[in-house]
């Protein structure tokens, strides 16, 4: 067997979390691979809604085996209190969320320094969502890091060893003043808790479970253009969010990769700093945020909106290897005269198909615009009743980006997902 996966082709939000909940039922595993409590993964479902940080979107299903690989950052105070949260709902997590001892964790002083980084970029802020994230994959490649099976032995030496080293690098940036004693209380609270789920050797258990025939879908967090080394560096998260990091993320070679699934939403979105050269700053962005409810999962900030990227698109299909695509939130779009998507970007009067290196200025979008299709999407229930206005936006976006839209979404519930013969 092999593995299939699931990740966001834009800025992040794309409706990654709705997506593998409604595909879960096709697969025995779900598996984290990259990311941290900076995912928002939400679900609809039953009139009750859920909002996943660190834990995957398989875990609402039946009896399936739930991952968190070891390319994830896993702060134990925040995933306790997920797991918690979900436990009190009636969802029950025993047996059925293993977490690899690989994966690093996130302290409480990593939080400081992100806000301690941020605080010294000025103006240039990349407007991370201040859980840690950039300086735990930090510590990760400078060899400092502190992982999940460090809690197993020996466990409050090697965490103060690593407090104080973050301590004086947070004197040397002149960030004082914080108190995190509650913090580092529930933290290690955390750490004891989390001692209850299975902590396993997940790149072991990943290639068994493909070997003994069992199906697996690796749920990717953020989006493409957060890559850290093909998204809009340097506003970008600090984990290769694209399909090669689930092979680093669970330990799968890349000949056991299976379907690429990449998910876009009918627009674009972008939450925090960076370039965006589709963005609406006007009042069609305003409604685009308004029906769409474009605020934060996390964070509850505004997110930036604008029309769909043909041109970031392309290129996100094309460092992914992605064979299907996920459309999501269409109907959003519904009450609007026309639509656009840009194929083009204009670069200082140079017209660009592709994306290049530098998006940060100078970047005019190239649209074609077409008529609105100007009908409730939400309660549609097969491809063949949809709008003709819709269907050819559907075929201009298939023809732009040479492939197939498998899975429509036309609205945030389960139910409201329409899969298309292609
Ligand atoms: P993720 O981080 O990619 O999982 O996406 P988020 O959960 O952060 O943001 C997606 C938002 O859109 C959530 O509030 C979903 O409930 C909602 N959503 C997902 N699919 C649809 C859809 O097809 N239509 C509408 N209107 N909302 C959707
Ligand atoms: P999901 O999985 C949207 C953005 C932050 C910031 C940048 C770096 O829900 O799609 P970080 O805290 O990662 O260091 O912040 O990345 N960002 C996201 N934007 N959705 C996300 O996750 C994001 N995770 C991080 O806003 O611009
Ligand atoms: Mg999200």
Redesign the pocket.
């Given at each position: 067997m092999k593995a299939d996966v699931l990740l966001?082709l834009q800025w992040?939000?794309?409706?990654?979390?709705?997506v593998v909940d409604v595909l879960t039922p096709k697969y025995d595993v779900v598996a984290r691979f990259q990311g941290g409590p900076n995912?928002?993964?939400?679900?609809?479902f039953e009139g009750n809604?859920y909002?996943l940080r660190s834990i995957p979107?398989g875990i609402f299903q039946g009896d399936k085996v739930n991952i968190i690989g070891n390319g994830v950052v896993l702060a134990p105070d925040l995933f306790m209190d997920e797991a918690r949260e979900l436990e009190k709902s009636g969802h029950n997590l025993h047996g059925r969320l293993h977490i690899s001892k690989k994966a690093h964790l996130i302290m409480p002083t990593h939080r400081l320094l992100d806000a301690a980084y941020e605080a010294a970029k000025g103006k240039d802020k990349v407007g991370t969502t201040g859980k840690g994230i950039g300086p735990t994959y930090t510590d990760k490649v400078s060899r400092n890091g502190l992982r999940v099976g460090d809690i197993l032995d020996n466990f409050d030496e090697k965490y103060a060893a690593h407090k104080a080293r973050h301590e004086e690098i947070l004197r040397s940036l002149n960030y004082t003043g914080y108190d995190i004693t509650e913090v580092e209380h529930h933290w290690m609270e955390g750490v004891e808790y989390m001692k209850q789920f299975e902590l396993v050797d997940s790149e072991h258990e990943v290639n068994r479970l493909l070997r003994e025939g069992k199906s697996i879908l690796c749920e990717g967090?953020q989006?493409t253009m957060l890559d850290v080394d093909f998204g809009s560096y340097p506003f970008v998260t600090s984990s290769n969010t694209i399909c090669a990091g689930a092979c680093t993320g669970l330990g799968l070679g890349p000949n056991k990769i299976g379907e690429v699934y990449g998910?876009i939403k009918a627009y674009c979105t972008r939450v925090g700093a960076g370039p965006f050269p589709t963005e609406l700053c006007d009042d069609t962005g305003s409604k685009i945020r308004r029906?769409?409810?474009e605020y934060?999962?996390v964070t509850g900030r505004e997110r930036r909106c604008g029309w769909i990227d043909l041109v970031a698109l392309k290129y996100a299909i094309m460092v992914n290897g992605v064979t299907k695509l996920i459309m999501?939130?269409?109907?959003?779009l519904d009450t609007f005269e026309t639509v656009k998507a840009c194929v083009a970007y204009n670069h200082n009067g140079m017209f660009l198909d592709y994306f290049p290196y530098d998006i940060n200025s100078g970047i005019e979008p190239v649209y074609v615009e077409m008529p609105g299709w100007k009908q409730d999407l939400?309660h549609i229930t097969s491809a063949d009743q949809f709008p003709q206005a819709f269907r050819d936006y559907i075929t201009l976006l298939e023809h732009h980006l040479e492939t197939p839209i498998a899975i429509i979404?036309?609205?945030?519930d389960r139910e409201?997902?329409i899969e298309r013969n292609c």
């Open positions: 966001g992040g939000d794309e409706g990654k979390g709705k995912a928002g993964h939400t679900l609809e809604k909002v979107s967090a989006g998910i029906i769409g409810h934060g999962a999501m939130k269409s109907d959003v939400s979404s036309v609205g945030p409201q997902t």
